[in-house]
């Protein structure tokens, strides 16, 4: 990211921003058009729009920037709004079929700890639901015009499948529809489904059949998606949504919130994220909290995830650590490395025929060794 202001980053000066502080325009040095493409590729164009108007013409802030801010919250805010009418009907839909999903991660946060839910963008909506709801959550989807991208399936590979659906305005609506929280064995059943659904919070702007991970939950999932899944990444708006949900805890909440870490074997990974999200936005954190923390964190397996430069190879041989039995560790790697035939075919441009099932061996040693080599070299 760029250099700006001497030694701070734009990350430092935009974190400063989003805590309160009278940041001035020329600490950035940046372009208007180099500015705005930072804060979307952070997730932060809606809360900087925000701050910059609280600023209120002071701290040398050119109209100009304003007027660009305001102009691309614009279009967020329409896109938003046909979003939340779509993620309404998809819920209702569900919930008529006796579908009853929750809402995960971004699209739960918005509407309920962001005051402006344009503020959290998102590319898709996480629904949870049942493993025995799965089918039927399928169907209703199926029967509304979604259709799944080319996706190579797997039961321990992933437990989770994507849907797509472009209107008739031609907006691209997309969902993940899961069975569990994490394709990561390591993480995959640290919360259930029973267990957020039994908790789960009603989200009243989204209709009567929505419902979201209580903060308790919703705090846990903040925390470790970007480990689980993102190789430890820091982005400025994962860490404002553990800022802003950490920030609605009491102490009490905090001490409980403690004893579920450690209880799930996460305790380090959380730890990790709220110091983060302390370090840069001033979240308030219990001392006994930190403490709590601190006393089992390092005897977690998941806490291997926080070391540097892992690599796919090192998700692949923690996840089959965590699998208990054999069984299910030679399934998995046999959905690495042999996935379904019809995957295949269509990853290689092939339709289903006679002909293009002879090339099967080719295809699966075709990638096999391209696999191989990306995983050796890093590149995977």
């Known amino acids: 990211m760029s250099r700006v202001g001497g ?160 209107d008739e305005r031609g907006f691209e609506h997309a969902f993940d529809i899961h069975w569990k929280i994490s394709t990561q064995p390591v993480f995959a059943d640290v919360l259930i489904c029973d267990e957020i659904a039994a908790l789960a919070t009603d989200v009243p702007a989204l209709g009567p059949n929505a419902r979201t991970a209580a903060p308790l939950h919703a705090l846990l999932l903040a925390c470790i998606h970007p480990v689980m899944h993102h190789r430890n990444v820091e982005w400025l708006l994962w860490l404002y949504d553990v800022h802003l949900i950490a920030s609605r805890l009491s102490e009490r909440d905090f001490d409980s919130f403690a004893d579920l870490a450690v209880a799930k074997r996460v305790s380090a990974i959380c730890a990790h994220q709220l110091r983060r999200a302390r370090n840069r936005f001033g979240t308030d954190l219990p001392d006994g909290v930190m403490i709590k923390f601190g006393a089992s964190g390092a005897r977690e397996p998941s806490a291997a995830y926080l070391r540097p430069r892992r690599e796919w190879r090192h998700e692949l041989i923690s996840s089959m650590r965590a699998l208990p039995r054999w069984r299910d560790r030679v399934r998995l790697f046999r959905e690495v490395t042999l996935p379904r035939p019809g995957y295949v075919l269509k990853a290689y441009g092939f339709a289903p025929s006679s002909f293009a099932a002879a090339l099967l061996p080719v295809l699966y040693l075709h990638r096999l060794s391209r696999g191989g080599w990306k995983a050796l070299s890093g590149q995977k």
């Open 7 to 166: 030694a701070a980053t734009f990350d430092d000066s935009i974190a400063a921003l989003l805590r309160g502080e009278p940041v001035r325009w020329s600490a950035f040095a940046m372009a208007t058009g180099e500015f705005l493409q930072a804060c979307c590729a952070h997730g932060v164009t809606g809360l900087v729009h925000e701050r910059v108007c609280s600023l209120s013409g002071c701290c040398d802030w050119p109209p100009q920037i304003g007027h660009a801010l305001a102009a691309e919250m614009r279009a967020q805010m329409a896109n938003e709004l046909v979003c939340r009418t779509e993620l309404m009907s998809v819920l209702g839909a569900l919930a008529a079929d006796g579908v009853r999903s929750i809402l995960l991660k971004g699209a739960g946060l918005a509407y309920s700890v962001y005051d402006n839910p344009t503020s959290r963008p998102r590319v898709d909506t996480d629904l949870l639901v049942r493993r025995a709801d799965l089918e039927r959550a399928r169907h209703v989807m199926m029967t509304r015009g979604y259709t799944a991208p080319l996706h190579s399936g797997g039961e321990l590979l992933f437990c989770q499948f994507p849907l797509r659906r472009i």
